[in-house]
């Protein structure tokens, strides 16, 4: 390898290591509270502010979002749809709004905003979305591709920013 290609390759791993931790950054420069997904397939959630405290759980869904209800250092109180609340290192948090399919039974992602829509898909509770807008008491959501509007009411991950009780 030439030294010339050593150092774009070197420089363009610079950009990208930047760009990552400045997306974390300002994921959490926010007041809080304020909505975040997970970033990773497996995000350990502590009793504590630090890993010197144990592992309350292990979440296994990237992009479930949670809700960060306070800041301390590099690490986030987040709480997540059930109300369980714990730590979680802020490096482990994304910026990027998601949202949990709630409620009983399937429900419908709809064409439009509205709920006598064309249907164009059926999802489960449980089922993560990424959001893409929300109006008329609809969110636009994308599960994997599949994209439509589901009733706000149906989706923990947007709303009303006051923490819940635990």
């Known amino acids: 390898m030439t030294a010339l290609r050593?150092?774009?390759?070197?420089?363009?791993?610079?950009?990208?290591?930047s760009a990552i931790f400045t997306?974390?950054?300002?994921?959490?420069?926010?007041?809080?509270?304020?909505?975040a997904t997970l970033r990773f397939d497996e995000?350990?959630?502590?009793v504590g502010p630090s890993q010197e405290y144990k592992i309350d759980w292990v979440y296994k869904r990237k992009g479930l979002p949670v809700k960060v209800v306070r800041v301390r250092e590099s690490w986030r109180l987040v709480q997540d749809h059930e109300g369980t609340q714990g730590w979680v290192a802020a490096s482990q948090l994304n910026p990027k709004l998601g949202v949990l399919i709630i409620g009983e039974g399937?429900?419908?992602?709809?064409?439009?905003p509205a709920a006598n829509s064309v249907m164009r898909w059926l999802a489960e509770p449980g089922v993560v979305g990424e959001l893409i807008e929300c109006r008329d008491n609809f969110c636009e959501i994308d599960v994997d591709g599949r994209?439509?509007?589901v009733a706000m009411d149906r989706l923990w991950g947007v709303g009303s920013m006051e923490p819940d009780a635990p």
């Open 43 to 46: 995000v350990n959630m502590r």
């Open 147 to 149: 994209v439509g509007w």
């Open 6 to 17: 050593f150092f774009a390759v070197l420089g363009l791993c610079l950009v990208l290591a």
């Open 106 to 112: 399937l429900t419908e992602l709809r064409e439009e």
């Open 23 to 35: 997306d974390a950054l300002r994921a959490q420069n926010r007041e809080v509270p304020y909505w």
